[in-house]
């Protein structure tokens, strides 16, 4: 976790032991460096976990997503998906999946470099990505599509998207709509029943018996399906 004073990005640097100028010594403790600020944890060389709580706190003070609030440019997806988990997600019937759903949506909008290597691999034209929410587009939802390789669960993550904008739209990170492209559902019905295909379901499904002491071929009178014949009239009817 430490580094030294010239990394980039917030991190713990252990100062040494120092002598100042008036001849008092200044004990070895734990440091944050960020950029040309320099702040003290007040955490002794023994209290790295202290430190890392310190440098944590650090850097949730400094990250606010509402910063570039409205500009879609500059807002990151990852903080839009990252609001969305926090906020919304916990709430869900099935919080898991959703949690599923957001990690594979992270890994490839969050990303860009390994959307763009996954592409380069499968023969798929390269998306342009940068990692903020001006990549949502039409040609870049398709290629989400590609990367997760099944319509329906790309659907379902491009829902998760979709409502994650909303949300950060809400809650004012961002003041515009932003369209997410869906992939096309399934076949319109191009026919329906016939007269005579209806009218033998529903003698199969009235003339349905339960087979015999659980024997095959046999059958007594315990009616099973009669009760489908009054819901398949009433879903016909005009």
């Not at 997760?148 to 998207?161: P, Q």
């Not at 961002?174 to 191009?190: F, K, N, T």
Request: charged letters at 30%; proline letters at 5%; glycine letters at 8%.
């Amino acid at each position: 976790m430490s580094g030294g004073p010239h990394g980039k990005g917030p991190r713990l640097w252990l100062q040494p032991e120092r002598k100042n100028a008036n001849g008092s010594v200044e004990r070895s403790r734990w440091i944050i460096r960020d950029g040309s600020l320099k702040r003290s944890t007040g955490c002794a060389p023994d209290d790295l976990a202290g430190a890392e709580r310190a440098l944590a706190e650090h850097i949730a003070q400094k990250h606010d997503p509402r910063r570039n609030a409205g500009d879609p440019s500059k807002v990151s997806i990852i903080d839009i998906l990252t609001i969305y988990a926090r906020d919304i997600a916990p709430n869900h019937a099935r919080p898991k999946e959703t949690a599923s759903k957001i990690e594979r949506l992270a890994s490839w909008w969050g990303n860009p470099a390994t959307a763009r290597a996954h592409a380069r691999r499968a023969g798929l034209p390269t998306p342009h990505l940068n990692g903020t929410v001006s990549d949502v587009t039409t040609a870049n939802c398709r290629a989400y599509v590609d990367f997760v390789g099944f319509k329906r669960s790309a659907s379902r993550d491009l829902e998760i998207l979709r409502a994650a904008l909303n949300h950060a739209r809400r809650e004012r990170v961002l003041d515009v709509v932003v369209d997410v492209h869906l992939p096309g559902g399934s076949v319109a019905r191009d026919r329906w029943l016939t007269r005579s295909e209806l009218a033998l379901l529903l003698w199969t499904a009235w003339r349905s018996r339960r087979a015999a002491n659980g024997r095959s071929g046999e059958q007594d009178d315990w009616q099973t399906r009669r009760h489908l014949v009054q819901f398949m009239l009433i879903a016909t009817e005009k």
